[in-house]
Nanobody, 126 residues
Framework: QVQLVESGGGLVQAGGSLRLSCAAS????????MAWFRRTPGKEREFVAG????????YYADSVKDRFAISRDNAKNTVYLQMNSLKPEDTAVYYC???????????????????WGQGTQVTVSS
């Protein structure tokens, strides 16, 4: 069982940066693939970025590639999402998720992820 708590969301102007954190409880964090998803009203959850259990491989949605960076610190049971050059279309609730099945963090369908945080709002003003 893993509990995930996101933090770091907020209001930022277009072109600005934010860093999201996701703190995990439980001893098995280092064996999970981790990912960030986002959701806007009326839309399905969208894969944003993922990272494998070791931190050695990262995956990104085309819409955020070269602007966002995912990382993890297994000693701190925390995964991060550094978001740069933010755009108004990045406005969403951001969720972190844990994948104990494939452990790659590269699965883009939400159904692969058994554990979810409560989400943190990111709002980018134009």
């Amino acid at each position: 069982q893993v509990q995930l708590v996101e933090s770091g969301g907020g209001l930022v102007q277009a072109g600005g940066s934010l860093r999201l954190s996701c703190a995990a409880s439980g001893r098995a964090f280092s064996s999970y693939g981790m990912a960030w998803f986002r959701r806007t009203p009326g839309k399905e959850r969208e894969f944003v970025a993922g990272i494998d259990w070791s931190g050695g491989r990262e995956y990104y949605a085309d819409s955020v590639k070269d602007r966002f960076a995912i990382s993890r610190d297994n000693a701190k049971n925390t995964v991060y999402l550094q978001m740069n050059s933010l755009k108004p279309e990045d406005t969403a609730v951001y969720y972190c998720a844990a994948d104990s099945t494939t452990v790659t963090g590269g699965m883009r369908a939400p159904t692969w992820y058994a554990y979810w945080g409560q989400g943190t709002q990111v709002t980018v003003s134009s």
